[in-house]
């Protein structure tokens, strides 16, 4: 009986600490997968001498990569073929700055040029407590670099 109740304690303090650390890895997880699918969408545009643009759908916690001035709706994404990335679980966007301004729409583009530049882009992935990270694009390479966050930003 003195072992179950042991075990049981345990499990219950062990729990809280195995959800948090999941949180965490569902977090870490899209961080990379975003930033990988920014570089990706960087290297379509100048293999392609074409402008790309990776959209954000705030509303629905989705991106996915297409042309500029294509239509930002994800079901007409959707229909077209294109893949549609969700977030996780528990994991949204955040601030998102499009050429150094905050930028307050539900739907938005991070384009990247025919040689690889953009125009100074950042998107903050966030977890339920607010702690995440901003993947902030370099105006002239265009590469990303992840800075960690917390709550306050």
Known sequence: MAVLVVVGLAGGIAMPSISTGLQGWRLRTAVREM???????RTQAVANRQAFQL???????LYWLDRPNAVLDADQAY????RLI??????????????????????????????????????EVVDERG??????LDPVTGQSAIRRIDAQG
Do not use: C, H, W
Request: charged content about 25%; glycine content about 12%.
């Open 79 to 82: 229909d077209k073929g294109l």
């Open 131 to 136: 702690m995440g990270y901003r993947i902030v």
């Open 35 to 41: 930033s990988a699918m920014l570089k990706f969408t």
């Open 86 to 123: 969700p977030l996780p679980k528990g994991v949204r966007f955040g601030e998102v700055r499009v050429a150094g301004q905050e930028a307050s729409a539900d739907r938005l583009g991070m384009v990247f040029s025919p040689y690889g530049t953009t125009t100074g882009n950042s998107v």
């Open 55 to 61: 959209v954000l759908d705030r509303s629905r916690n």
